[in-house]
């Protein structure tokens, strides 16, 4: 888990390489609390995603916000409950020009921010897609 000096609060990074590619999972805070940071911590995200598009064609990147006002996601939608309030917003693929320009779309939420549950999904997308 990476995370970014100045967002060290509301942006983690997942990452798993190997030879040929990478896949970064970024998992976001939205709730009420990081509304200040919000735009921050997007356009950091947006430019890392943009890098991404450039280097190669076999990077992938998926998006998780925690925090948000409705539950979307694969674990919550199992039945196995928890996992509220954690959306995932891309799920993982190539970078694109359209992923960058949906990154605008993020809006802070109300719902109660849980970290754990957060990476946990993001986890789980990653493992899912890539093993």
């Known amino acids: 888990i990476r995370t970014t ?3 060290s609060i509301s942006l983690f990074i997942l ?5 040929s590619k990478e896949a970064i999972m970024f998992c976001m805070d939205v709730s009420s609390s990081m509304r200040p940071h919000l735009p921050e911590a997007v356009e950091g995200m947006r430019l890392l995603i943009e890098s991404k598009i450039l280097q190669t064609k076999q990077n ?3 998006v998780v916000l925690f925090g948000t006002n409705e539950t979307n996601n ?3 939608a199992s039945g196995r409950g928890g996992y509220e309030n954690v959306t995932l917003f891309e799920k993982l693929d190539r ?3 359209s992923l960058s320009l949906k990154l605008e779309t993020i809006e802070a939420g109300d719902g109660s921010a849980d970290l754990i549950d957060g990476l946990v ?3 789980d997308v990653m493992f899912r897609k890539i093993g």
């Open 74 to 76: 694969p674990l919550a």
């Open 5 to 7: 000096e100045k967002l």
């Open 95 to 97: 970078p694109s020009v």
């Open 121 to 123: 999904v993001a986890v």
């Open 15 to 19: 990452s798993k390489k190997n030879m």
């Open 60 to 62: 992938e990147i998926g």
